[in-house]
């Protein structure tokens, strides 16, 4: 049986790695004898030749690492300063020093040269997201055919973004070396066509098969799941639930986000001022808690957010707070797994509002956290690629201050049936689509398009 690649940037690290991606592929990898590569966290002065094992762990690990100017040009420079706010839509945060794609080919080629020692014929490979997008050109220019696979994390931009890259036939040409692009949603899937349809040389097929540069590369929409039936028992367990929110106000309101620019915090913020202006009544009854944990805290536009977030928290509770009520508790720090799955089942909502994300998991957890006895709201951005599934939450335009205190009010007021109704629909979705049906649908379409004979496509430009 062919063995599973997972290569991605960041290595699932320590002897018992948790998280969705792992607990998704851990069968597969340890079936068929897998093996992960990725980032050891180490930053050297002189990188190893190859990759480097990793002991323990319930499958085999290998890790590459990077010099201080392969970090700061490869990981901060090109792919957080320059994909990452480009495929969110930010192209007036695009940073884009003259070195960095240099850096960030460099870098990918030296990866794809280890990958290529590890590899054996009939291998799967599959990829994981933007930083890594040139290793199927690399190896299959070392003359590899193995089926290699790239799954998207993130938006899929628009054809107008998309040739705010610095070389977007280079790009075109990274993608149609693979053999399938995995990508989140519906919308990531027509981004996808429209992009290719813009690209001299492309031609696309109305099934989304792309012929470019003499290769064929299929993409379609596998939306990421969770763990939901493990997170329901988690959360259950954690022995929190609605009756104890009066500890932190009647209705607890819980946003839960990386404090990342594209996770629209200010936003929310101002909407939920803007519910406590339209609303004095409410004021000591409920009340916002906001968990983001710091990233990439070296870049200047994650500075600005962080800054702009202790101003409008401060702001707003300045004008709304009384001696025992805070409006907005605002923490800066990661929590454990465990008591974030209580705080979820504790809140009446879930306020997910990101301006631009690929699925975010924060919604599917909040959902599946919920007591289905008495679940609360999850409120959604129409940005999220998680709305194209969890049809039932409270959709909201997170631009929009009043839509979103509105939603606010609606879900506060939510008779029981109804809740319980959206809830259950939801949580059937998140059951039946869930991580292990992600990785399994992955695995199998890659299959079919690396043996697929490849199909006729349709000239578009
Ligand atoms: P992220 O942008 O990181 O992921 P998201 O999908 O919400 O966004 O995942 C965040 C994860 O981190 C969740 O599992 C959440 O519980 C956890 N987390 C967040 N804050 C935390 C905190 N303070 N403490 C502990 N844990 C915390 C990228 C894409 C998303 C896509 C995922 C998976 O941007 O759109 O859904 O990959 O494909």
Same mark, same amino acid.
């Given at each position: 049986m062919s063995r599973l690649v997972v290569l991605s940037n960041r290595m699932p690290l320590g002897p018992d790695p948790s998280g969705g991606l792992v607990v998704a592929l851990r069968d597969q990898l340890t079936a068929v004898g897998g093996l992960w590569i990725g980032h050891d966290g180490e930053i050297v002065e002189t990188p190893a030749p190859a990759l480097q094992p990793l002991d323990g762990g319930p499958f085999e690990r290998k890790g590459f690492d990077l010099t201080q100017a392969e970090h700061d040009g490869y /990981?901060? *420079? +090109?792919?957080? @300063?320059?994909l990452w706010p480009l495929f969110h $839509?930010?192209? %007036?945060?695009? %940073?884009?020093? $003259?070195?960095y794609l240099t850096t960030y080919r460099a870098v990918n080629r030296r990866i794809a040269r280890m990958v290529a020692e590890e590899l054996r014929p009939g291998d799967r490979l599959w990829v994981h997201d /933007?930083?890594?997008?040139?290793i199927a050109m690399e190896l299959r220019s070392m003359g590899f055919d193995n089926p290699i696979g790239l799954f998207l994390h993130i938006p899929f931009p628009s054809a107008g973004d998309c040739?705010?890259? =610095?070389?977007v036939g280079l790009f075109a040409r990274w993608l149609a070396a693979y053999d399938l692009i995995g990508l989140q949603s519906q919308r990531d899937v027509a981004a996808f066509r429209d992009c290719f349809a813009s690209v001299e040389g492309a031609r696309v097929a109305p099934d989304g098969t792309v012929a470019h540069g003499g290769r064929t590369v299929r993409a379609g929409a596998f939306p990421i799941g969770i763990d939901a039936a493990g997170f329901a028992a988690i959360a259950a367990q954690q022995?929190? %639930?609605?009756?104890?929110?009066p500890a932190v106000g009647e209705h607890l309101i819980i946003g839960v986000d990386r404090? %990342? /620019? @594209?996770? *629209?915090l200010p936003q929310r913020f101002r909407a939920f001022g803007h519910l406590l202006d339209l609303r004095p009544d409410l004021a000591g009854k409920v009340s916002l808690l906001q968990i983001a944990p710091p990233t990439r805290g070296e870049l200047a536009a994650y500075q600005d957010i962080r800054e702009e977030l202790e101003q409008l928290s401060g702001h707003i509770n300045g004008q709304h707070a009384t001696i025992d009520w805070t409006p907005i508790r605002y923490i800066h720090r990661a929590v454990p797994r465990e008591r974030l799955a209580g705080l979820y089942r504790a809140a009446m909502i879930g306020l997910v509002t990101p301006l631009?994300? $690929?699925?975010?998991?924060v919604a599917k957890e909040y959902v599946a956290a919920q007591n289905p006895e008495d679940p609360g709201v999850l409120i959604l951005s129409k +940005?999220?690629?998680?709305a194209e599934q969890l049809t039932e939450a409270l959709i909201v335009? =997170?631009? @929009?201050p009043d839509e979103v205190a509105q939603a606010i009010v609606t879900a506060l007021s939510m008779p029981m049936g109804e809740r319980r109704k959206r809830h259950r629909a939801m949580m059937h979705t998140l059951l039946r689509h869930d991580v292990e049906w992600w990785s399994d649908g992955f695995l199998s379409a890659l299959d079919a398009a690396a043996h697929a004979p490849a199909k006729p496509v349709l000239r578009v430009v």
């Open positions: /990981y901060l *420079g +090109f792919a957080n @300063s320059v $839509g930010r192209t %007036d945060l695009l %940073d884009m020093q $003259g070195d /933007y930083h890594l997008f040139p040739h705010a890259l =610095p070389d022995g929190l %639930d609605r009756t104890d929110a404090l %990342d /620019y @594209s996770k *629209g631009a994300d $690929g699925m975010n998991l +940005f999220a690629g998680a335009n =997170p631009h @929009s």
